[in-house]
């Protein structure tokens, strides 16, 4: 796992020293993951908060220049890319509640602030104005349907801030069945 992502790091870093890459984001494709092929400081998040090997995670990494830079040798100097990471999933916690939990980590950048919205079944939960410090974030969702028994599949999106400017990050945080 972590030999891809070097690889894919190097990839995209090989690819803006020759500005193939414009200054938006882009996405990577998601992975369903198991707890022990998650990063260490994701796993220790998410067993923290209740998740265990039975659980399904969906990660998504974004690769995104510097906001500020004019040209590629002002990007280079400066850091050149900032890879986030967005970990999700979901947790059932009695028939009618749950909880989305989110894990961010930035590879260069700190982040500072973020909004979180979830949305499934038509509905949509949110979570405004995250302080962020250094270069993860964790991110809880609380989740709920007192109606009738529905499955909800989960969708996370998050703007967050970092010490390079602005992005956002959206992944599947998979689903629960809840209501009465």
Do not use: C
Request: hydrophobic fraction near 35%; charge should be positive; aromatic fraction near 8%.
């Amino acid at each position: 796992m972590r030999k891809l992502i070097l690889i894919s790091v190097s990839f995209i870093l090989l690819l803006s020293i020759f500005g193939v890459i414009n200054n938006e984001a882009q996405a990577t494709e998601q992975e369903e993951l198991s707890l022990d092929e998650l990063p260490i400081e994701s796993q220790q998040f998410f067993m923290e908060n209740g998740f265990d090997e039975n659980d399904l995670f969906y990660k998504t990494d974004y690769i995104e220049k510097e906001n500020t830079a004019s040209n590629e040798i002002t990007t280079r100097a400066k850091g050149g890319v900032n890879v986030v990471s967005m970990v999700g999933a979901s947790k059932k916690v009695s028939s009618t509640k749950g909880k989305v939990v989110l894990h961010l980590t930035s590879f260069r950048k700190n982040f500072k602030s973020a909004n979180a919205r979830v949305t499934g079944g038509g509905k949509k939960w949110t979570k405004t104005k995250i302080k962020g410090s250094g270069k993860s974030m964790g991110i809880t969702i609380p989740v709920s349907h007192t109606g009738k028994k529905k499955y909800f599949g989960f969708r996370a999106n998050v703007q967050y801030v970092t010490t390079a400017g602005a992005g956002n990050v959206t992944s599947s945080a998979g689903g629960l069945t809840l209501g009465k």
